[in-house]
T-cell receptor, first 114, second 111 residues
Framework: NAGVTQTPKFQVLKTGQSMTLQCAQD?????MSWYRQDPGMGLRLIHY???????DQGEVPNGYNVSRSTTEDFPLRLLSAAPSQTSVYFC?????????????FGPGTRLTVT | GQSLEQPSEVTAVEGAIVQINCTYQ??????LSWYQQHDGGAPTFLSY????GLEETGRFSSFLSRSDSYGYLLLQELQMKDSASYFC????????????FGSGTQLTVLP
């Protein structure tokens, strides 16, 4: 299993540009999430999904959109990039069953907005 | 709202024991998780406590006291590879088992 994969690893955008960060998992997990991590800080939840076709907002959703058309994929769209969105973005997935608490994280996308 | 407090930095020497504390505030509690993150890497799951007491996994142990809203991660026989950031996390209120993370503790292990 590849686990959780993210592309690209690095990205530089100019202010106002849009782009999509890709995330895929091959563990058949129901739950998927997007977090951002700023220097010296913990992870903050952007959006999450509890299954195909179901998404919801997290703590810092403004400026981002998500969709979940399949169990495997959960892309994050930046609508109009701003310097404040410079961050490291992590995608995570986990299974929904009782007693399952481990979230699996992808390797991250390092985004710089100039 | 929810909040988690943990020390920003801890330093210890190889072979020693170190404890990383976490206090939390949340209206609904479903357990305390710990994650490890090396520089430039992804967070990886270490442990989860839903009930009071100590859970041991090899050199790492995690403790929870729900009455004190407090937990800690105990790392024994420290190795250089344990130098990393450690995050505690609680389930986020009203968001289907998503997590709220603390700001992290940077552990430096010295030779």
């Amino acid at each position: 299993n590849a686990g959780v994969t993210q592309t690209p690893k690095f990205q530089v955008l100019k202010t106002g540009q849009s782009m999509t960060l890709q995330c895929a998992q091959d563990m058949n997990h129901e739950y998927m999430s997007w977090y951002r991590q700023d220097p010296g800080m913990g992870l903050r939840l952007i959006h999450y999904s509890v299954g195909a076709g179901i998404t919801d907002q997290g703590e810092v959703p403004n400026g981002y959109n998500v969709s979940r058309s399949t169990t495997e994929d959960f892309p994050l769209r930046l609508l109009s990039a701003a310097p404040s969105q410079t961050s490291v973005y992590f995608c995570a997935s986990f299974a929904a069953g009782q007693g399952r608490h481990e979230q699996y994280f992808g390797p991250g996308t390092r985004l710089t907005v100039t | 709202g929810q909040s988690l407090e943990q020390p920003s930095e801890v330093t210890a020497v190889e072979g020693a024991i170190v404890q990383i504390n976490c206090t939390y505030q949340t209206s609904g509690f479903y357990g305390l998780s710990w994650y490890q993150q090396h520089d430039g890497g992804a967070p990886t799951f270490l442990s989860y406590n839903a009930l009071d007491g100590l859970e041991e996994t090899g050199r790492f142990s995690s403790f929870l006291s729900r009455s004190d809203s407090y937990g800690y991660l105990l790392l024994q026989e420290l190795q250089m590879k344990d130098s990393a950031s450690y995050f505690c996390a609680v389930r986020r209120e009203g968001s289907a088992r998503q997590l709220t993370f603390g700001s992290g503790t940077q552990l430096t292990v010295l030779p």
